[in-house]
């Protein structure tokens, strides 16, 4: 079988990209460095649902203030998998007295994927973009099969789309989604222009002071601030079903760079304030 020299560059890209990317953890280290976490600190807790870890700061406390965290949606943003461990990490510091869950990373088959030489790897499994699964009959659209969109054979398809949505409605107040490409910190709705969920205000005025650590952000409602709409998100999805507060935050983009290790994730000079920066706002997400 022939390989095009294409692969071949782009086999020899990831890999001298992933070289230099040595602070970046495997996603097997980085789970088992959780786990760990969860064996040392009384207040966390770890359950696995198929392949993905869970964990619960407070898990017992209930006082209609949960946030739910979830990272790594996306295979190649594996800097938002980082961001996690280190909210994770933070956390015993930090004490918040309300129930915090945290999905560290959603796609656990894709960030390996990415790991095992396929940098551009962004869906799951079987092909489907997650965060284009939580289709809702009023405001459908179908994306084609072979697309980086394509929303599945029907609504809540997937493990990770069920496994969210469950969490969602277990009493979440605040909900963000934590993606990578660009920087921003979105609030929905993703699919429409000119409806306003629930508590927009609420949410206008959170993403306006969360925004005061990252300047360069863009900040608003997702359809109207990017120009771009996309249908099927989880956050449209929570705040039409009853969860008061969901976000998306977009930690880290390189539009220059051709290369989708370094278009999605920062390189080791910059992934210290990176990491510093999206662990002091998702601070405030959890303490505002
Ligand atoms: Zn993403």
């Known amino acids: 079988m022939r390989?095009?020299?294409?692969?071949?560059?782009?086999?020899?890209?990831?890999?001298?990209?992933?070289?230099?990317?040595?602070?970046?953890?495997?996603?097997?280290?980085?789970?088992?460095r959780i786990?760990?976490?969860?064996?040392?600190?009384?207040?966390?807790?770890?359950?696995?649902k198929d392949d993905i870890l869970v964990v619960d700061w407070n898990k017992h406390v209930s006082d209609k203030s949960n946030v739910l965290l979830v990272f790594n949606e996306h295979a190649r943003e594996r800097i938002t998998?980082?961001?996690?461990?280190?909210?994770?990490?933070?956390?015993?510091?930090?004490?918040?007295?309300?129930?915090?869950?945290?999905?560290?990373?959603?796609?656990?088959?894709?960030?390996?994927?990415?790991e095992a030489g396929h940098p551009c790897q962004r869906k799951n499994s079987r092909g489907v973009d997650t965060n284009r699964?939580?289709?809702?009959?009023?405001?459908?659209?179908?994306?084609?099969?072979?697309?980086e969109e394509w929303e599945g054979k029907k609504p809540l398809s997937e493990k990770e789309?069920?496994?969210v949505s469950s969490l969602l409605l277990e009493g979440v107040q605040r909900y963000v989604n934590v993606h990578s490409g660009e920087k921003s910190i979105y609030m929905p709705y993703d699919s429409r222009v000119g409806v306003r969920p629930k508590h927009y205000t609420v949410m206008a005025d959170n993403i306006k002071k969360w925004a005061e650590k990252c300047k360069e952000c863009a900040v608003g409602a997702a359809a109207s601030?990017?120009?771009?709409?996309?249908?099927?998100?989880?956050v449209d999805w929570a705040v039409d079903h009853g969860v008061p507060e969901a976000y998306t935050f977009?930690?880290?983009?390189?539009?220059?760079?051709?290369?989708?290790?370094?278009?999605?994730?920062?390189?080791?000079?910059?992934?210290?304030?990176?990491?510093?920066?999206?662990?002091?706002?998702?601070?405030?997400?959890?303490?505002s």
């Open 250 to 287: 977009e930690v880290f983009g390189n539009e220059a760079s051709w290369d989708c290790n370094r278009m999605f994730n920062p390189n080791k000079r910059d992934l210290h304030s990176i990491l510093k920066q999206w662990s002091g706002i998702i601070k405030d997400v959890i303490f």
């Open 225 to 234: 601030t990017s120009f771009y709409r996309a249908y099927g998100t989880s």
């Open 35 to 48: 786990k760990l976490k969860c064996a040392s600190v009384p207040q966390l807790s770890c359950h696995m």
């Open 133 to 147: 699964n939580y289709q809702m009959r009023a405001n459908t659209h179908s994306y084609a099969k072979n697309s």
């Open 81 to 114: 998998g980082e961001v996690a461990l280190k909210v994770i990490h933070k956390l015993r510091k930090w004490k918040p007295n309300k129930r915090v869950t945290i999905i560290p990373v959603l796609n656990v088959w894709g960030r390996k994927h990415v």
């Open 161 to 163: 789309s069920k496994l």
């Open 3 to 32: 390989i095009k020299i294409t692969q071949v560059l782009t086999f020899i890209l990831f890999y001298s990209s992933a070289l230099a990317d040595k602070s970046y953890h495997s996603t097997d280290t980085l789970l088992t």
